[in-house]
């Protein structure tokens, strides 16, 4: 996820109605919020979570949008992804949650790198049950992007064209890079990824999988061991 200053971006789907529509990704610059990981337990100065690589058309995750809160500004974010493991692609949606002047604020967006996010008409909160899906056809480099806010029946359905390796899988928490500089995460409740699938299948996750997210030898975010293959949590465990 890339900076929260979004340039020449549009909205493009709503909601309840459930409506699909082809979708162009948002004009922006270089971003350095995907950083490449050796496929076992590992670090990074701002991913946490776990991913897989392999070769994947589908990924989908239900995540719990944790509150969030502190003084001045801090910034995160929870998504599922393809690419970006292994490799600087990265397609993606998810949500965010910031602390901005001491206020806790949310939103929903997709990106694909290396182009800024795009923000989607979702109204969010702290607590609000999260679905997201990536799909690809079987016929072109078209994705099919769900992002639902269970909780309030909310739902962006979307097609993108996205030519990347699909070599990798992620659900993910991230201190995304803001106006050029990622820092420390806002202080965000626990909370959880589950039911995760993986090309319509359980991704099966080991605890060798797992990132945790560790600047200037603190570790700020650390995801648990995971439960049946598919399911982890994820604590803030900075100071």
Do not use: C
């Not at 610059?29 to 994947?56: I, K, R």
Request: charged share 10%; net charge negative.
């Amino acid at each position: 996820m890339s900076s929260k200053v979004l340039r020449a971006f549009a909205v493009v789907a709503v909601a309840a109605a459930g409506v699909a529509f082809a979708v162009a990704p948002a004009a922006g610059g270089v971003t350095d919020a995907a950083f490449v990981h050796a496929h076992n337990a590992s670090t990074s100065t701002n991913w946490s979570g776990y991913a897989l690589a392999g070769t994947y058309t589908a990924v989908t995750g239900h995540w719990t949008v944790p509150t969030v809160s502190g003084s001045g500004n801090h910034y995160s974010s929870q998504w599922v992804g393809i690419d970006g493991f292994a490799n600087a692609n990265l397609l993606q949606t998810g949500t965010a949650a910031y602390v901005e002047n001491g206020k806790a604020t949310y939103h929903a967006w997709w990106e694909i790198l290396p182009a800024a996010e795009t923000a989607l008409p979702l109204t969010i909160h702290g607590g609000d049950a999260m679905t997201a899906t990536l799909t690809k056809s079987r016929t072109s480099t078209a994705w099919r992007i769900t992002l639902t806010d269970d909780t309030t029946g909310e739902a962006f359905r979307g097609a993108l064209d996205y030519a990347g390796p699909d070599a990798s899988v992620e659900w993910i928490e991230e201190t995304p890079t803001v106006n050029g500089a990622a820092g420390p995460p806002p202080r965000f409740s626990t909370f959880s990824f589950t039911a995760a699938t993986v090309n319509g299948a359980n991704p099966g996750l080991t605890a060798n999988d797992k990132i945790t997210l560790v600047q200037n030898g603190i570790t700020y975010s650390t995801p648990s061991d995971p439960s049946g293959g598919n399911a982890f949590s994820v604590s803030y465990t900075g100071p």
